[in-house]
């Protein structure tokens, strides 16, 4: 029997809405909308703040009611996003800086949402830990600082500055046979934790996000919800308690990579004629970056000239064109790049950081290595 | 602040009882039985057979009732212990003999204690899978056959021959903040299987018995009662459903390794004695096994001529006397053989296809490995 | 500092060429070169003779001679090609089935380019074992069954029907700060092996051939020869023995993934024109499989239309217009399906597996699994 | 064919000289041979310098000449040796401060053996990383900063502080078929390091030792000398340069434990004896250590009626008279720590840390783990 029979995978996660060009990330969601706008006087119900400080992009998007999340296209709340275009490049100076910006910005996003110092906290590693690009979960938990035994068994000996946590890798529908709702809706039930911290490895909509982005929001975990989708979600409304999920893209499809690839090559080809003499792309003089080639607004007719009836097809047709050619070949593999140990491990410890200093007042950037192994 | 205020260890189960030498295995403890009551007559309340076949020694024990627990010293219920002293030699084709072995002897307990062959199944990997020799469990559930989303999500594909299979690693509390026994009664609560089988890395009463014997008994868990111990036991009286557990020695403390050797020491110069004149050990044709040696009757003077005041006491009172030395010196280390990768590897391949095709009518040892990875 | 600084990779295998579109694969290159000549002739001084037999299509190519050689573009030399399309979907049985085929023609292939049954044989797993896409060398060194040691040391105890296999995984440049070549070379002077099978991760030229090809040549392991480049060919030249590559592709990078989705997208299109009506692709009776949308042959008129100016370059122009844009944005990452860690696992074994069965007359597919860990 | 035929293991360096209870350390050979000579005058042709600081006691001894050598049973050298015997309980300050140490007395060792600062380096990890225990040298190997890659393909862009560094983990005989001198001596051919730092397990003369203790030694690699023992030891002698072993001591086998429990008992009782009063040996103000326990001049009387005719033997009669008995019982396991992953990665990382920091003056305990992951 084909092992295919055997796992519907679990990781629908990593590919719901696969017909979808809808991005799980507000940041990208905001600057949509923003576009088809087509003004610059913000979006109505959503507010936005973004400051770029050593190479890390933050921006906090607060959608503060429904018609700004019918505008986005994303659930009320408060989303926290870091982008760090270099962090691929593997720089351990760069990650503890991030590490540090993180720490604090997610403690800053923890008083914002009204989540206690003292309030008691569940980590969930959502993901397979035997499936490297899908196990940042489980790799985030297994290096969280865990308390909450202490405070039962010995409160006594729990130190100023700590708070109860506990963590779970409720691993996936394919290995465990049960919902990862199911096993985290039990643990709640039974543990009252007075919140949740999900970890969590997205499906990148576009390729230049793959392990350089980290969202946080408070709209919890909201599985796709396609036919014979039996799964709940993990959010406020279904646990009664507020469900905080950060997540990292890691995966990206093989049409995404296309479309993206052929939207840079059509933004390089308009700037190209734009700039009435071609350049040397090597350059490093006259080397674009990914934005500026990203915004680059393309004419019908250049559209047409250079990739034809392609050329024309909004971003959306494109996109669902180039799958509907792959799925059936089984070519639209979903694919990590090669370094993805090394990236999930970075990562990894990255975010598994920043929450052991955010959750106790006694750890810190300095201490925290002496806290976990 | 040094890790181990941060780590109560939850692996208790692999050092609970510490200043006890009453045995986990039932067989041990009807050994015992026996030479206290000093006739061949058998013990009240219990039921006994055993049988010797190709190197492996399998013994089915019956506790009736009360009398035979007080006797013996363990629970009424039905213990299943394999016996297979060569397993340490890695012999792969024994591997497989004892494999194909257990699987038909657990299929058969299963019969035994009742178990419907469509009752739907909770495996559950006790243990810690980042400390080798405590990650049997997990690595059971690891290659368990898991079906449950299967008959679920799309019973009219799953062929006849299996049956509902779930299967989680709780974690232990070191790792999670939680206990085993809150996150296992969690998931019953919620998913309601019929029946519990739980795999355990067992720390041994016996140097010989580490990676060489299987016991299987629907007992349930039963973690040390000590002093602060507010963990519940997993059994049929606490969780409602049969639980079965499948035990396997992986560790063993100095003291026990120091008791035995004493042991066998006097039992090979005893035998030494008895056989008037010296003979060489290392030779093959007058080589002992170990029951043999352990199975001396050794004269209180004797132990005294040989081992002066230590060698008059009981076994009960040198261990611990040996602890009591050891454990303030911080020497009384529990220790695994060198090998304990490839001997947890073994034992669990060994342990999950045996749970595999006893659980499946539709596996087989000759398709087992086609089901799993 | 950063990580890129200190480690110039060594994995130029992995992207060696990374301007061309030379294939690796001497299945490709004799299709291109047929495609050129534009008739069925065949090519002067190759023979090829292909079989399709249970999903497994198999080729021996033989480049004859100089002129074979140029006309491919590749070494003359023998090359066994399999080319198995259902691999990723993870099916135990055709594993099983690709395994046992693997084996016989591997040891076919040995027969023909002279390899004596007694030879002594050194296995080279090439890649770096940390980084899992890489790791299919080390892997299969640490499933080959290795015997050198016994003939040297206790000759007598071996039985009829093994051969002496020693194996090393000599890591990568980043990892040992030494060539690969300086370490195979050394060890080669100092044990003296017969031949040379050396097992390498390629960078695939094709998006399809990822985990569902394997390639064995007698050519050895010839790194690019890029400026800069002192490492040395491993093959009977420099070496002075046979050096038998096994080649599996495991990674692609993003221009070749978006190249070979535009050439899709265009085979689709044309099809779909060619049909006069259109058919929806999902449908399982009207599925094209890759091969038939590969060999569409697309008029200038056509592609202009569908793709403009993109749709008219020749594919090496194509892929290059893909590589110039994306890399200087840092957007042509090299990726590897999401299941990395199954498929290096799977076709690891698979290759292992094979070996071993080639290389001793007394390991057989039933037997093998005893044999080696 | 039973697994045990195939792989006459390669870990002699773990269990050679299985017979004697000659130390591998020079701090205990050093005691013993001034224990024999029965005053404090010291021992002709050695210097001996120690101090204890912060728990860690560091030794110096120089065997100056063969006198010393005959005297002591090792081979003239200069021997550094830390002891941390709270190593064990994982506290992670405790490690940071000998890591620091390490290093410290690291780079003092290698000026006092006459090692250059700009000495090309090899650093060789002896031992399985299959099998933890034993994975210690290859663990730091990985986690060594190599460099001489860089000096050889980019010597303008290496900065100052930094030299040649290359590393090999050789593998061991049952995994490659080839001896670990074999493929060290012809990798010392072909690139020509200035010195070799050989990182290796050790199997301990006494429990507590094990974890505890880092050995720095000139005098090589010199595996057991037995019968049929063809391998080459790895010294000045053999390869021309010097040869600097970093020893460390991981597993014990159940003798050695036995022996040490039984003197441990002897040593309390006759304490007990001698103190008049028995007293609680769990007191902590009572709590003896280990070096005092050991230290108990036990008397032949007490020795005779304490433990009768096996407490009267010599320390050496007495470990092989138990070692006499259960080996050929298939008892004398060798074991090591439950912990065994924790500690092999904590002390791994506490010496290629150390090394990183005394081979590069550019490498500092505050940026190493910037340098390498």
Redesign the interface.
């Known amino acids: ?6 796992q ?1 995978q679990d ?1 629908q996660r ?1 590919d719901s809405g696969a017909f979808s060009i809808r991005t799980d990330l507000a940041r990208e969601a905001h600057d949509m909308a923003v576009q088809d706008r087509g003004d610059d006087a913000g979006v109505p119900g959503v507010r936005m703040d973004e400051y770029e400080e050593n190479g890390i992009t933050t921006s906090w998007i607060r959608i503060e009611d429904d018609r700004g999340a019918q505008e986005i296209g994303k659930q009320a709340g408060l989303y926290l996003t870091l982008e760090i ?1 270099s962090l ?7 990650q ?1 800086r991030v590490a540090d910006h993180f720490s604090r910005e997610f403690q800053n996003y923890l008083q914002q949402v009204g989540v206690d110092v003292n309030a008691k906290v569940l980590i969930v590693g959502l993901g397979n830990k ?5 196990a940042l979960g489980p790799f985030v ?2 290096h969280t ?6 405070f ?3 409160p006594e ?1 729990v ?1 100023e500055g700590y708070r ?6 409720p ?1 996936v ?7 990862t709702s ?2 985290v ?3 709640v ?3 009252k934790p007075d919140v949740i911290i999900a970890i969590d490895a997205l499906a990148s909509r576009a ?2 996000r ?1 392990y350089t982005t980290i969202q946080v929001a408070d709209t919890g975990i909201n599985p796709g919800s396609g036919v ?1 989708n ?1 799964r709940k979600a993990l959010n406020r409304e279904t646990l009664g308690i507020p469900v905080i999920a950060i997540g990292i893209p890691t ?2 499809d ?2 995404t ?2 479309h ?3 939207d ?2 059509l933004g ?2 308009n700037r190209e004629m734009n700039q009435q003499q071609p350049t040397n ?2 350059d490093p003089l006259n ?4 934005k500026e ?1 990203q915004s680059q607004q393309i004419s019908p007719e250049t ?9 024309q097809l909004e971003p959306r047709e494109k996109k669902q ?2 799958r ?8 639209n ?10 990236f999930v ?2 990562m990894g410890k990255l975010v598994a950081d920043g929450i052991n200093c955010a959750l106790h007042q006694a750890v810190t950037p300095e201490n925290v ?3 976990v ?1």
Chains 1, 2, 3, 4 share one sequence.
């Open positions: 029997m084909a092992s295919e029979d055997w519907p990781e990593l275009p691929r490049r593997q720089d351990s100076e760069l503890q035997n499936v490297t690009p899908d938990v297994k600082l865990v308390t909450r035994h202490l039962q068994l010995m000996r130190e109860p946590v506990s963590a779970i890798s691993g529908l394919g290995t465990t046979g049960m919902e199911e096993i809706f039990a643990v039930e039974k543990t390729l230049s793959v014979g039996k995966v990206v093989a049409a990579i296309a993206d690839s052929i840079f090559v390089h080809l792309p090597l080397r674009p970056d990914v080639i559209g047409q000239k250079m990739m034809g009836i392609v050329g064109l180039i509907e050619v792959l799925e059936p070949l089984g070519q593999l979903i694919v990590t790049p090669k370094e993805v140990d090394a491990g970075d290595s002496s806290h192994n």
